[in-house]
């Protein structure tokens, strides 16, 4: 994709804050506004779907928090073969997709549909934040700690449940984090003063801190025992639910990660697991170690283990312990 990417012309205007690359693109309105724009859509990963229109939107809608922003209005994205699947079933998605847009205090104005064979559903977010307030993946600092909102696995349990290695008791382990807005993460960031945020999608967890980290121009030191993991999804990857995109993730981490010889198989798995929506990937200064963990505890986030931290070393270097 990279190698697509970097053919088309660079954003000249001034008023484009951030850069190509950011989790979302945002636009200067004038000194104390800015917009903040993002498009996101996935394939199904539940079968119910209005569980499904609930997730894809709480994914396409983590971008913006990633950002420091507030989504204002969202825009419906949709591909559903209408000759193959009952109309009713797109009507659920799209009511999952609107209650959850309605949770984040924002409004579906719209959208587009497509007839297409395979079904996809997602939104197009438009937000507001203060220039001053923005939060990239590019402000990082030597020494930062890395803080994770939600616990990894989700990509293993759907890779099991398409799979049928898994039943509903997975299922119910694994919607209401895939479901969860990363709002109240968000929130937590804000207040304390994050230097520098990303949420964790289908890159993995390693994949994700390494542009948090190649962006802020350090490295990273990650200890595996203190990342939060579902309960469920352990078992699972040993039962071979390893996806397409986590495998995709291991290749392109090859050359990026110092694996600490104690590290097993399946840690390195479950931190290349591609997530669908993820929490977000937090980088505090160590003074504010304390206070972020005390913010995000009363935002009831799912986890909020300190994982880490960013170092001096070459761009985007991982390095992984035990």
């Known amino acids: ?5 970097r053919h088309l012309p660079p954003v000249s205007d001034p008023r484009f804050m951030g850069k190509i690359g950011d989790d979302a693109v945002v636009y200067r309105l ?12 996935i394939t199904p990963v539940l079968d119910d779907p209005y569980s499904f229109g609930q997730v894809a939107a709480a994914n396409a809608l983590s971008d913006v928090y990633a950002m420091g922003a507030t989504p204002l209005f969202a825009l419906n994205l949709i591909g559903f073969p209408v000759r193959d699947l009952p109309l009713a079933h797109m009507e659920q998605i799209l009511l999952g997709g609107a209650a959850k847009v309605a949770e984040a205090g924002a409004v579906v104005a719209g959208g587009h549909s497509v007839d297409d064979p395979s079904p996809k559903f997602g939104l197009a977010v438009t937000g507001l934040v203060h220039p001053d307030r923005l939060v990239t993946k590019a402000g990082g600092r030597h020494g930062d700690m890395l803080f994770l909102t939600k616990p990894l696995g989700s990509g293993a349990v759907v890779t099991a449940l398409d799979r049928g290695l898994a039943g509903k008791d997975a299922e ?3 919607f209401p984090l895939m479901s969860a807005l990363n709002r109240g993460a968000a929130e937590a960031m804000l207040r304390v003063g994050a230097a520098a945020c990303t949420d964790v999608t289908g890159f993995g967890l390693l994949g994700h801190l390494h542009e948090l980290a190649k962006a802020s121009g350090l490295s990273a030191r990650v200890q595996a025992s203190a990342i939060p993991v579902l309960p469920e999804a352990r078992g699972l990857l040993e039962l071979g639910a390893v996806s397409d995109g986590t495998r995709r993730n291991v290749r392109f981490l090859r050359d990026l990660v110092d694996w600490g010889p104690e590290v097993s198989e399946e840690d390195r798995l479950m931190l290349s697991d591609a997530q669908t929506s993820g929490g977000l990937l937090i980088a505090v200064a160590e003074e504010k170690r304390d206070a972020m963990a005390v913010a995000l505890r009363e935002e009831g986030c799912l986890a909020w283990d300190e994982i880490g931290r960013l170092v001096e070393g070459p761009a985007g270097r991982l390095l992984v312990v035990d």
């Open 172 to 174: 119910s382990a694994v």
């Open 1 to 5: 994709m990279a190698q697509v990417l």
């Open 30 to 41: 004038s000194d104390d506004l800015a917009i903040v724009q993002t498009v996101d859509y």
